[in-house]
Nanobody
Framework: QVQLVESGGGLVQVGGSHRLSCTAS????????MGWFRQAPGKEREFQAA????????YYADSVKGRFTISRDNAKNTVYLQMNSLKPEDTAVYFC????????????????WGQGTQVTVSS
């Protein structure tokens, strides 16, 4: 089992920056690829970014490419999502997820999920 806890959500102004963190416990964090997803009210959970277990490969949804950056610190069992140039449509609950093996972009391919953290982008 892997337990994931997101933190860093909050209220952010349009055009601002914010960083989310997700700390893992349980099994060896460095064995798992990690992903960030988000879910807005009335919408399906959608992929945002993923990072390989070693951190040398990253992938992004087109909607956040160039604005969001995923990174990880295996020594701290933590994955981050740096969000820049935030827009109102970025408002959602953000979830981190872990999966054994290579990265993936479909939520069904992830084995473990955090409880989510709310990010609200307001003008």
């Amino acid at each position: 089992q892997v337990q994931l806890v997101e933190s860093g959500g909050g209220l952010v102004q349009v055009g601002g920056s914010h960083r989310l963190s997700c700390t893992a416990s349980g099994r060896t964090f460095s064995n798992y690829a990690m992903g960030w997803f988000r879910q807005a009210p009335g919408k399906e959970r959608e992929f945002q970014a993923a990072i390989s277990w070693r951190g040398d490969n990253t992938y992004y949804a087109d909607s956040v490419k160039g604005r969001f950056t995923i990174s990880r610190d295996n020594a701290k069992n933590t994955v981050y999502l740096q969000m820049n140039s935030l827009k109102p449509e970025d408002t959602a609950v953000y979830f981190c997820a872990a999966r054994w093996g290579v990265t993936a972009q479909r939520s069904v391919e992830y084995d473990y999920w955090g409880q989510g953290t709310q990010v609200t982008v307001s003008s």
